[in-house]
């Protein structure tokens, strides 16, 4: 699709950025610069390409009209998955998916949408609608595989069985002729199916049962234990000795943890796995932590808001350092060694749904203030790599803070999605230390950090610096001491208005451009637009 040719990966030549950037140079030179110092000949933690994760509720047209139109549909599709969305994810290399929620999860039951004859049941979760079940396990498993993805299934703790979660597994996972494996074959794939991560449950504090912490963690040793993976690349035993780990290519089981900081599941999920028998394992535990600018019940608007909600959905997001640090001390008590991972499978920001739009659909615009947020939540999961595994943003296509937004045949990709493209050099990267004072920016009654940085080492060997401008009003001169550097060039992402966004009459309006510093003695210089999101290859 045209709209993808967004340059080329990072380090494209540049040269028209000096036109471009004439004004704010100018205007940077009135500020103190922000000296960032670049440990450019160390290495820490590796930024798991799955921080970068997806997430596909059936919510709203997130699945029907997003993902999947039917194999008769006249857009164009591959067996129903449709072609566009498609190109769009790959460009972005999705790392893995999770399926099927989110709340939906803790009411889906597998066979429901398995096989010729689906059921028609009320999506009680989202909006009230005829949830067909047309797009059901090998639906999904086929989006996944053309998506070169890997997969996250939810199962179904709050109104689901250990023997429907156990069925489900065996179904999907073994290469046995049993009963359950005859019915995959009938559907059609003969073969064993590969799950990288299990979701035990979600959400349980709330929407999956309102479960205390306590039942909860009795609840998860039976669905750890029972889901088993029988697939032979994947486990070497079944059940394996001391755990399903004893496979390179385990599946990953994350148990539900945290809600923005606001819950003890956490300290019992973790109290627990300290003192566990041989017979259950975890592998991860999940954070979930909204960006809410105002209150749950008035969040904000979408679009057509000024600085005022600008400075208080970055504030917001903000707290997500905080929920960090909390639930990793907790796990340090219990894992030192930093066994278990932390994975955030659902974030992002949350305002109202757009004016006229069924509200249980979520429905929102996405703007330049996402494409910021976005990437300062990135950076921090970036810099605490060490115990983040994962991180899934709510939600990939026409929910929340999504990737891409279509109707009908119309497709367009979001300030946030271009974020997502930019940082692909940073998935399996290397963290590379940086250091530097923020500065504020203020606006009203609150002050911010007015910059943010990292920098990677990524696969290819070449050193990548991500810069952000969060200040919604001045440029930002940015020096970066880089010893032996050549030259940076890359991409900025900015716009007019901190509300700017794409739209299906422009869906080009923001979009990222050249961008390039100077270079003299091995300090890089750059000359950072108000509001904007920079990332460049140093050679």
């Known amino acids: 699709m045209k709209m993808l040719n967004m340059g080329g990966r990072i380090g494209a030549a540049a040269t028209a950025m000096a036109l471009i950037l004439q004004p704010v140079a100018a205007a940077a030179q009135q500020a103190a610069p922000v000296r960032i110092d670049v440990q450019a000949n160390r290495t820490g933690a590796t930024i ?46 999705v790392p893995n998916v999770r399926w099927p929620g989110g709340c939906f999860a803790d009411e889906y039951h597998w066979r429901e949408g398995i096989g010729p004859k689906r059921v028609e049941r009320v999506n009680a979760s989202w909006g009230g609608v005829i949830e067909p079940n047309t797009f059901g396990t090998h639906e999904f498993m086929d989006f996944v595989d053309q998506l070169g993805a890997e997969t ?54 709330g929407c999956g049962g309102a479960m205390s912490n306590d039942h909860y963690v009795e609840e998860m040793k039976q669905f750890a234990h029972y ?75 979408s679009v057509g808001f000024g600085e005022d909600e600008y400075a208080k959905g970055i504030k917001a ?59 300062l939540n990135l950076n921090i999961f970036a810099r605490n790599a060490d ?32 974020v997502y493209h930019m940082y692909v050099p940073f998935q399996g990267a290397k963290v590379v230390p940086v250091s530097f004072e923020a500065g504020t920016y203020t606006h009203g009654g609150i002050t911010l950090p007015r910059v943010d940085a990292i920098a990677a080492r990524g696969t290819d060997g070449k050193l990548y610096l991500s810069l952000t401008n969060v200040d919604a009003n001045k440029p930002a001169r940015i020096t970066a001491a880089v010893p ?21 009459d422009n869906p080009n309006r923001i979009a990222p451009k050249p961008f390039s510093g100077r270079v003299s003695g091995g300090q890089l210089t750059f000359d950072l637009p108000a509001k904007s999101v920079a990332v460049v290859e140093v050679q």
Not at 255 to 277: H, I, L, Q
């Open 484 to 504: 032996g550097a050549r030259r940076a060039t890359g991409q900025v992402l900015t716009g007019p208005a901190v509300d700017t966004h794409n739209s299906f």
């Open 227 to 301: 889901s088993r993976n029988l697939n032979p690349d994947q486990n070497h035993a079944v059940p394996p000795v001391g755990g399903a780990q004893s496979h390179p290519n385990a599946m990953k089981r994350v148990a539900v943890g945290w809600d923005s900081g606001n819950s003890d599941y956490t300290e019992s999920v973790m109290k627990a796995w300290k003192s566990k028998v041989w017979s259950w394992d975890i592998e991860g535990v999940s954070l979930h932590g909204y960006t809410i600018p105002n209150n749950w019940e008035k969040k904000g608007p």
């Open 152 to 205: 996250f299934l939810s199962v179904n703790v709050g109104s689901g069985t250990v023997q429907e979660a156990a069925d489900w597994m065996e179904y999907l996972t073994t290469d046995k002729p049993t009963t359950l494996q005859k019915e995959r074959a009938a559907n059609g794939h003969p073969a064993p199916y590969k799950i990288k991560y299990l979701g035990l449950g979600n959400e349980n504090w």
């Open 48 to 93: 798991e390409p799955d921080i970068f994760g997806q997430f596909a509720e059936h919510l709203g047209t997130g699945i029907y009209g997003g993902v999947w139109v039917g194999k008769d549909s006249p857009i164009p599709n591959v067996r129903g998955i449709r072609t566009d969305v498609l190109q769009a994810l790959k460009a972005i290399k």
């Open 317 to 375: 997001t903000l707290a997500m350092k905080e929920w960090i640090a909390k639930q990793s001390a907790i796990m340090d008590r219990y894992d030192p060694e930093k066994k278990l991972g932390l994975y955030v499978d659902e974030w992002g920001i949350w305002v109202d749904p757009n004016p006229g739009s069924n509200p249980g659909f979520l429905q929102q615009q996405n703007t330049l203030r996402d494409a910021v947020i976005a990437a």
């Open 387 to 418: 115990r983040v595994r994962g991180t899934n943003i709510a939600q990939m296509v026409n929910v929340l803070q999504a990737m891409i937004l279509t109707d009908g045949p119309k497709m367009l990709l979001t300030p946030t999605y271009h």
